[in-house]
């Protein structure tokens, strides 16, 4: 139910930037360089046009859900956040790296720092960089910047890129930019503001960890207003080029009545700033869908009945073991498809964490469950980690 909150973080975010400006530039220099080394040395599972693939099995996915990839590149773009302004020449120098993932994770944190100055060099790793995933970031920062004198280049990759994932992302840039929808300070809060000790508190059985988030209206919700009342679904989905996350709200719809007779509160959620998320459910321009043959924006805009969640960072998500930036998809690397069913007495009673961008329960699945009260799901799909050999 809708509430408001005060934004303390954003302060508290303010003046960690500003003793991080002042603190020596060689310091700030040296902690970017500990950063890139650590990505540097970490084998992360291979990802080729756009789509990661497991290491083991060779398929589209991350099978394990105690791999660490999705570690290594959160905690880069926190600490590359937390550096502050004086860290972005070393993010510039950065976007010329031999390494895709040093290129991909320094062009994320000029985006979300709004770094101007970064805006040529962004300019041309969106020209030239090989590699889709780092084009298609480079288009999302240059929009999140919002320079006028951008459009020009974001609008040249949208009409003339070889890939259609980063003539998408670049369609989104130039609308950003000509209608002033730049990355917003609470982005920025959000990474400064992780902590690593609260990854994966979530536990099936305990009560759920409490949260507050904005919807795409920027309405507040908090979990535990529902509880006593009423028990949650939480879906978190990937961004507006998903074809399943559309088929996802689609059925949401379809199923408006059964979840209101049964009184279930559903939310989805996206970890995503504001633009994204609402581009998301149609309260944004409405791109060229290749999966699409009819327009969606209207239905959702009439239909969408359920709150859509802003999870800035996955500050959220990453409570409940969403692991966001696990693998590409569609050259954008994104969360583990989840879910969690909280209980009316706010106990966490289902947490389901995906292994590719297909692997989760349908929404029907879902609300069966709820309904029946066995909360119980076994994916068809569901990749499997290879076993490791005993020594």
């Known amino acids: 139910m809708p ?54 099995l060779g398929k589209p996915g991350v099978a394990s859900l105690d791999d660490t990839d999705w570690k290594v590149r959160t905690l880069a773009v926190r600490d590359l956040v937390k550096a502050g302004p004086a860290a972005v020449p070393a993010l510039i120098a950065a976007l010329g790296d031999e390494n895709v993932h040093v290129r991909y994770l320094a062009t994320m944190a000029l985006g979300i ?148 007779a049964a009184g279930i509160q559903p939310f989805t959620l996206e970890c995503h700033d504001t633009f994204p998320a609402r581009m998301m459910v149609g309260k944004e321009l409405e791109p060229r869908y290749w999966f699409a043959k009819e327009s969606f924006k209207d239905n959702y805009t009439r239909n969408i009945w359920w709150p859509h969640l802003v999870d800035r960072a996955a500050a959220v998500g990453l409570r409940y073991g969403v692991q966001p930036m696990t693998f590409a998809v569609h050259s954008e690397y994104i969360n583990r498809p989840s879910v969690a069913i909280v209980d009316k007495d706010g106990v966490l009673r289902f947490l389901y964490q995906g292994t590719f961008w297909g692997d989760r329960p349908s929404i029907h699945d879902i609300l069966e469950m709820v309904k029946s009260g066995r909360y119980e799901f076994a994916a068809p799909k569901r990749l499997t980690p290879k076993p490791v050999p005993a020594k």
């Open 113 to 260: 720092q709004r770094a101007s100055d970064a805006a040529s060099a962004l300019e041309k790793t969106l020209r030239e960089d090989k590699d889709s995933t780092v084009r298609s970031q480079a288009a999302i920062a240059l929009g999140q910047i919002g320079l006028k004198t951008s459009l020009a280049a974001v609008q040249s990759a949208q009409k003339g890129d070889k890939d259609r994932d980063v003539q998408h992302q670049a369609e989104l840039a130039a609308y950003a930019i000509e209608h002033a929808k730049p990355a917003t300070p609470e982005l920025a809060a959000a990474y400064g503001a992780l902590d690593e000790s609260t990854f994966g508190i979530a536990r099936v059985g305990e009560p759920a960890p409490d949260f507050t988030l904005p919807d795409t209206d920027d309405k507040t919700w908090k979990l535990s207003d529902f509880r006593g009342k009423k028990p949650v679904v939480l879906v978190w989905v990937f961004a507006d080029w998903c074809p399943v996350c559309h088929g996802e709200f689609r059925e949401f719809m379809a199923l408006r009545g059964e979840f209101e």
């Open 3 to 56: 509430m408001t909150t005060p934004r303390t973080v954003l302060a508290s975010l303010a003046a960690c930037g500003a003793m991080l400006t002042a603190a020596p530039l060689a310091a700030q220099s040296d902690e970017s360089a500990a950063v890139f080394a650590n990505i540097r040395a970490h084998e992360f599972n291979p990802t080729r046009g756009g789509f990661t693939s497991d290491r083991d």
